[in-house]
């Protein structure tokens, strides 16, 4: 049997790779496979999360955590140190340059064993398990893991292309930021960077379509975020706004018309931000000479493709666009791998059904939000009742102490059996406690037995005045 995979430098393509190479023997008859194929025109390769995703924002993200906190700590006199976008960015470049080397070493690796072969290449399919390599070869193969990853998703607004516009990726590399900037997309990407263009200097307005930013959370954590931004970053956000289009200024600036009937109609700065969030990168793959019609349910949730009538296509981490993650993305590389061991082999398939848990690094990671299983509202439309109990940072003095009071947190549990269903938090540390409360919701645990010992004041407390609360409203 042979497996070819494309995109095999993303974190789903080497997950998936990391499996089935354990498996391929082409002197062993009984081996399951004899050819692993790993596919990949990636330059440099290391995949997005690496090269232009969590891991470069992190690395710029945390100079302007530095800055807000140098600002806000009313200790320290001086005028708040600025940031060297000169130095960020060098040294941002410095660490992408040596997490993708490490993942290239890595499909290196795997690549050096038997029947393994790694092709810098791009792949298109010219049939449903045939592909066309981009050096004129061809290959058969039994299964296709596809794990191309995403791609910018550019909306269709009037003028977007006769204007100059900066994604997630320009900012990154910008060593020269304009004075002021007006922000398309208000989702993790433009929550993130938008605190970054902040610290940095840049005059922003922001349009957010809807009433408060994050959708998945309870309204208090949507309204207390965007308190924070307008506030503690000097950021303008427009609710309940939307786009009509945009045009370039005779200055070189940019005019963005909205749906407003007030004096912000239109928006005018020195330059646009798209941050409008991503989209499958399968524009290349030439599925039309598939029968697979990527869409809503287009991949189950054994991360096969349902077009596929002999199930041996499987589509892994953003390219699904089912749970655009880097956690998840592994997750699922892993499991399509098992899954096309499974289906040689003809035992039955695992399905993919996590829980859910996201960290978005808000507040330019002083303040970050994350979340874990359910809400209140998610666990009530699950058939659960819960009991739903919150805090705020500012009743813990160990946040004050930190100079970081604000945010707060909720913890949701079965109103029957104690059952810690979920956990939101926005506030110092949230992203950090996020595995804590991952641990208890996969686990199933009783919120009355989880272990109230605080040795010290640290900024956990706020989990533990949460679990005492929850419990209090719990029969002994």
């Keep these: 049997m042979h ?7 993303g974190s789903a393509g080497v997950a998936a790779a990391e499996t089935l190479a354990e498996r391929v023997d082409p002197s062993d008859p009984s081996a399951p496979l004899d050819r692993l194929t790993l596919i990949d025109d990636g330059d440099p390769g290391g995949g997005l999360c690496i090269l232009r995703g ?26 708040p140190p600025e940031l060297d976008l000169d130095r960020v960015v060098a040294s941002k470049d410095e660490h992408v340059s040596s997490f993708a080397a490490h993942r290239r070493a890595a499909v290196d690796e795997i690549a050096d064993r038997p029947g393994v072969r790694f092709r810098h290449e791009r792949a298109r399919f010219v049939g449903l398990h045939e592909l066309a390599l981009s050096g004129g070869d061809r290959l058969d193969a039994d299964y296709v893991v596809v794990a191309t990853g995403s791609t910018l ?31 398309m997309g208000f989702g993790y990407v433009g929550i993130e960077l938008s605190a970054y263009l902040a610290e940095a200097g840049v005059d922003l307005t922001v349009i957010e379509h809807d009433e408060r930013p994050l959708d998945d959370a309870p309204d208090a954590f949507g309204d207390e975020l965007l308190e924070l931004y307008r506030e503690e970053f000097g950021i303008e956000v427009l609710t309940e706004t939307s786009e009509r289009s945009v045009e370039a200024t005779a200055d070189g600036g940019v005019r963005l018309h909205t749906d407003r009937d007030d004096d912000r109609a239109s928006v005018e700065a020195d330059e646009l931000f798209v941050f409008t969030g991503r989209r499958p990168d399968l524009d290349g793959l030439n599925l039309a000479a598939t029968p697979l019609a990527p869409g809503e349910g287009w991949v189950d949730a054994t991360m096969r493709a349902v077009d596929d009538e002999s199930g041996r296509t499987y589509v892994v981490g953003d390219a699904n666009g089912r749970i655009p993650l880097l956690h998840v ?52 439309e699950a058939g659960h009742d819960c009991v739903e109990v919150g805090r705020d940072a500012a009743d813990d003095g160990v946040f004050a102490v930190k100079a970081t009071p604000r945010g707060l947190a909720r913890l949701v549990v079965d109103a029957d059996d104690g059952t810690v269903l979920g956990y939101q938090g926005l506030h110092l540390h949230a992203d950090a406690m996020a595995k804590t409360m991952q641990v208890l919701v996969e686990r199933g645990a009783d919120v009355r037995e989880v272990p109230d010992r605080a040795y010290h004041p640290t900024t956990p407390e706020i989990l533990d005045g949460l679990f005492r609360a929850a419990s209090e409203r719990l029969p002994e």
């Design 329 to 380: 993305a592994k997750e699922q590389g892993y499991l399509a791998a098992d899954n096309v061991l499974a289906d040689i082999a003809d035992d039955d398939l695992a399905e993919y059904d996590p829980i859910t848990h996201r960290v978005l690094f808000s507040g330019a990671a002083v303040y970050p939000y994350a979340r874990v299983g359910h809400t209140a509202e998610s666990a009530a």
């Design 153 to 183: 998703n550019v909306p269709d607004l009037p003028g977007i292309g006769e204007v100059d516009y900066a994604d997630s990726a320009a900012v990154l590399d910008a060593t020269e930021l304009p004075d002021s900037g007006v922000v």
């Design 54 to 79: 969590c891991m470069p924002s992190k690395a710029v993200l945390s100079a302007a955590e530095h800055r807000y906190r140098a600002r806000h700590d009313d200790r320290l006199v001086g005028d």
């Design 3 to 9: 497996v070819a995979i494309i995109g095999a430098y």
